[in-house]
């Protein structure tokens, strides 16, 4: 809430004082910055939905293979074709990554103090580097995870993959990895706004160890209680390698 009452004082493009108060933006201001971000966002968004959608059949056969499935089945005449429309979208939402990351950093940056605003290009890539690490250990994780979902099954039953059920699952494991693995980066963002501090991490630890096991429970699709340890445990690893460098920092 800090930071965005920083951003209502403050708009994108104001870089000349250091005093966040300083300058003022009204209300159209920033909704037309706003109206900058949505635009750039979806333009960069479309485009790669568009690249992904010409590929989508190989990203399939990827998820496919990753997952160790043999075939998927359709129950309706449009289940291809809306297969294919929504790898495109997932897909070219990730591949647009770097866009939307660094429109809203944009977004917010004016919000900070000139020597706050030195680290915005590290955090930028910082943010679109633990997307991609949540994403990437999301999909190398995939295996185990069909491997241990399946093994809850009695012996007598198979597997039979829906295509949409089977993809719903998938995306909905990839946006969870990479959305969560952001977790460091809002934590440092805010210990670098002294909104809290390397000593008040360390001091509600238990509490931040249960409600990082609530939140990877909620953001994997098993309903066992092993596949959420695949998000918690680099979750906390994070948390505690965060914790340590705004204490190393002085915050």
Known sequence: MALLD?????????????????????????????RRVLIVSVIGWAICTVVAFVFWTRIL??????????????????GGITLGLK???????????????????WFVSPGLHRHERRLVV???????????????FAL?????????????APKD??????????????????LGFGIVFEMPVVVYTLGLLRIISSKWLY???FYWIIGLGVLANVMTPGVDPITPLF???????????TALLLKLSGR
């Open 157 to 174: 039953f198979s597997y039979l993959p829906v295509g949409e059920d089977y993809l719903n699952f998938i995306l909905f494991l990839v």
């Open 203 to 205: 001091a509600n630890r």
């Open 231 to 241: 998000m918690w445990v680099p979750l906390y690893v994070f948390w505690e390698a």
């Open 61 to 78: 056969e990827f998820l496919i293979s990753r997952g160790n499935v043999s075939h998927l089945v359709f129950l309706t005449p449009t």
């Open 140 to 152: 190398f994780s995939l295996p185990l995870f069909m491997k241990i979902l399946q093994g809850f």
């Open 6 to 34: 920083r951003v209502l004082q403050r708009g994108p493009g104001k870089y000349g004082v250091d005093d966040v108060g300083d300058s003022q933006m009204s209300l159209l201001d920033h909704l037309e910055a706003l």
């Open 122 to 136: 590290p955090l930028i890539l910082a943010t679109i580097a633990f997307f991609a690490i949540g994403v990437s």
């Open 87 to 105: 790898i495109a979208l997932v897909v070219g939402l990730v591949l647009a990554a770097p866009v939307w990351i660094q429109q809203i950093w």
